[in-house]
């Protein structure tokens, strides 16, 4: 009876769009919280973020819901022997660790994520 029902949830709930876990260890996963972490550093110009874990996530539909912990970096630009300007970032440990929440919907490339430094009580 209990199985009978934990099936009946699961395919009910998926198909009537309920948001399905995420595989946070997926490659492809891995890449789009990167992207979406370059695109948040782009538009906050003062804040560059590299991720470091990946908390969880949830897909309803096309869009992604996550949590993740990123560290700041501090950015270098030095130009190479070819004249291209090379940008170089390490994490900033003076910095303390981000934890992020938010949206990405990677078929329009866009991102609604918001970072804030951790608060421990």
């Not at 309803?60 to 291209?84: F, G, H, M, Q, W």
């Not at 994490?91 to 804030?116: F, M, W, Y």
């Amino acid at each position: 009876m209990i199985r009978l029902t934990i099936l009946a949830f699961a395919l009910f709930g998926f198909a009537s769009g309920a948001p399905a876990a995420v595989d946070t260890a997926s490659p492809k996963i891995d890449r789009m919280v990167k992207d979406a972490l370059k695109d948040y550093s782009e538009k906050h110009e003062d804040t560059y973020v590299k991720l470091t874990a990946l908390l969880e996530g949830q897909q309803s539909n096309d869009e992604y819901t996550v949590r993740l912990l990123a560290e700041p970096t501090v950015c270098s630009i030095s130009t190479a022997k070819n004249s291209d300007d090379i940008q170089k970032c390490n994490v900033d440990r003076k910095q303390e660790t981000l934890l992020c929440s938010g949206t990405i919907t990677p078929k329009t490339h866009k991102q609604n994520l918001k970072c804030a430094e951790q608060v421990f009580i």
